[in-house]
DNA sequence: CTGCACTGCGATCAGTGTTCACACTTTGAC
DNA sequence: GTCAAAGTGTGAACACTGATCGCAGTGCAG
């Protein structure tokens, strides 16, 4: 049950975010001010500090829905894939980075100064959907077959429970997770500006090499 | 030829850089001050303005010295090592990028407001010289022919003119780029801390990950 | 109705990058 | 040697930032 006040404050609250959410769109995070906030949302820079304690709690708020946002966009264009599933969500990441630098560079970019987010922190397992989003081409992959066999690294019990919570084996997820990382790496230097000496267009590139990804793991159907 | 004037202002800023570059390695470039700068080196912070004309610049010149810096060593460890230079090199960009978080930030991390440095601009080739460390291994097992056949991705004349400036064929320079990409990816999510859910020593894995991909991709000798 | 927690505001503080007028020193030409 | 010009550094100031604090109002529960 939510009282008047809490309704309120809820509302309140979401417009702070969504205020926030426009200006980071617009200058990026380092650019945005806690007064720009406030008086676009006709309100006193003090007050905003009875909904967040300080910057990086509001940043850290943009930066749970990103990984939200980022993670759903990926499951959605997997799920409507017509070909091949995983190709599809490669590039519905790289497409949402392209359309998103500026938050993109919230989750991906420079961590904030020293702070890291704790184990059960909403943000890690905010980001752990992501990598999540591109297992399950790849299990079905598996159950067909026609995975390549990877190379599990020792000593890393975390890739097991992952491998568990989805109940495959461990070179599954050593694989789903080579798969990520390997995305990632041509996303995010082409979304911060590392390419542009490759010239005007990068997406013949990235779309050749996501597919030569998904042919030469093994999980293309 | 150089006048004592010269040569003060040369030491100056010299001074100048390595103090920022210290408060850089403690603190991020986000919290370099040019204010702490300046009296780390017992000087006004409005002194500074005489070297360098804002922030950014100081910044440009400290990238430049980081991609150098990154290069230097990918290609020094590719040149001292016994079994694979491809994995030597792959190993020693990660362990720069461990070793130096933030500078690594600095050059990889978010870009620096909306800012892009100019295609002729001295961050962009330094940039280039790391991915073309990279470059040596690939081409002698492109000579030994072991190399893996890649497909070129359409309308991308740059890496054209980038293998001609290897006297390679452009497969092998896509080849070479995705090398690159790869293993950015890995070396980029943890450094800036996205793989701190595999738990305690994720060296195994880069390493198991690097000779993988060396293999996979032909260059191994 | 009363008391209290909640909400918001103005003033204020410390710190930032940057600019400006001003002093001081070095340099080079006469 | 003289002297103007150029280079170098300073202190004060400006506009901005995130953050804190005490003080007013307001909504809610008893």
Redesign the pocket.
């Known amino acids: 049950m939510a009282?008047?006040?809490?309704r309120?404050?809820e509302q309140?609250s979401a417009e702070i975010k969504a205020a926030a959410l426009a200006h980071l769109r617009e200058g990026g995070g380092a650019a945005?001010?806690?007064?720009?906030v406030?008086v676009s949302i006709?309100?006193?820079?003090?007050?905003l500090?009875?909904?967040y304690?300080?910057?990086?709690a509001l940043l850290t708020d943009l930066i749970t829905d990103g990984f939200a946002a980022l993670a759903h966009e990926v499951a959605q264009a997997r799920d409507a894939a017509q070909g091949d599933a995983f190709v599809a969500a490669a590039l519905a990441y790289r497409q949402w980075a392209l359309a998103h630098p500026h938050e993109f560079a919230l989750l991906y970019g420079t961590p904030i100064p020293d702070y890291q987010a704790p184990e059960a922190g909403p943000t890690s397992s905010a980001s752990r959907q992501v990598g999540a989003a591109f297992v399950p081409p790849i299990a079905a992959a598996w159950h067909r077959g026609t995975l390549k066999p990877q190379e599990v690294p020792p000593h890393l019990t975390a890739l097991n429970t992952f491998a568990a919570a989805f109940d495959l084996p461990p070179a599954v997820a050593a694989l789903a997770f080579t798969a990520w990382t390997t995305i990632h790496g041509l996303v995010v230097l082409e979304t911060f500006g590392h390419l542009a000496w490759l010239g005007e267009n990068p997406a013949p590139l990235a779309e050749t090499r996501f597919r030569a990804l998904s042919r030469d793991l093994g999980i293309a159907p």
Chains 1, 2 share one sequence.
């Open positions: 009282t008047r006040r809490e309120l404050r309140t945005l001010s806690l007064r720009a406030a006709g309100m006193s820079p003090a007050g500090y009875r909904y304690p300080n910057r990086d």
